[in-house]
T-cell receptor, first 113, second 113 residues
């Protein structure tokens, strides 16, 4: 069964450093998403991406964040200058249509020291 | 503002019983509602989607109801098993293609044998 994959599974970085989290969505899906979950809290939406552009973003997704689909398979989330409060699980998701089920990857645990 | 509440943070039941989880929402009208399962340190796994014009949906031992008048969804697991122990998340759309899912905080179900 097709699934969303994410790398790395765990990323440790120093405050102020840039990180890139990578995702490979399900191959025939058109909509891509990033969510995050701070430990013990709910899953929060960051950004959605369709047709090579951002279709929606939350207040969390400020200028420090960017997304890119550099080729036909990868979808990345970049955090330019990480802060301690960016420590969280980051989930990538994809869906065939925008109003369809979103399938989530296993997540990347980001730890900012 | 839009708000989603899942009735309890934790639910403990005996194996073989039916677990019933509640999701209530206020201040908006989603086109559909989804239930996900999340195990510790893992990404949400899609279980069921129910649309606003559907009253009930079933999949094996799972049943979801959606009452748009009460603004409530009930999620049932019949003949529960210890393997059903996990956190169950309710998520709603925002009625626009390609946009966010808004998640509840989840209910952690523990099924004891």
């Amino acid at each position: 069964e097709p699934e969303v994959t994410q790398t790395p599974s765990h990323q440790v970085t120093q405050m102020g450093q840039e990180v890139i989290l990578r995702c490979v969505p399900i191959s025939n899906h058109l909509y891509f998403y990033w969510y995050r979950q701070i430990l013990g809290q709910k899953v929060e939406f960051l950004v959605s991406f369709y047709n090579n552009e951002i279709s929606e973003k939350s207040e969390i997704f400020d200028d420090q964040f960017s997304v890119e689909r550099p080729d036909g398979s990868n979808f990345t989330l970049k955090i330019r200058s990480t802060k301690l409060e960016d420590s969280a699980m980051y989930f990538c998701a994809s869906s065939g249509q925008g109003t369809d089920t979103q399938y989530f990857g296993p997540g990347t645990r980001l730890t900012v020291l | 503002s839009q708000k989603i509440e899942q009735n309890s943070e934790a639910l403990n039941i005996q194996e073989g019983k039916t677990a019933t989880l509640t999701c209530n929402y206020t201040n908006y009208s989603p086109a559909y509602l989804q239930w996900y399962r999340q195990d510790p340190g893992r990404g949400p796994v899609f279980l069921l989607l129910i649309r606003e014009n559907e009253k009930e949906k079933r999949k094996e031992r799972l049943k979801v109801t959606f009452d748009t008048t009460l603004k409530q969804s009930l999620f049932h697991i019949t003949a529960s098993q210890p393997a059903d122990s996990a956190t169950y998340l309710c998520a709603l759309d925002k009625r626009q293609a390609g946009t966010a899912l808004i998640f509840g905080k989840g209910t952690t179900l523990s099924v004891s044998s």
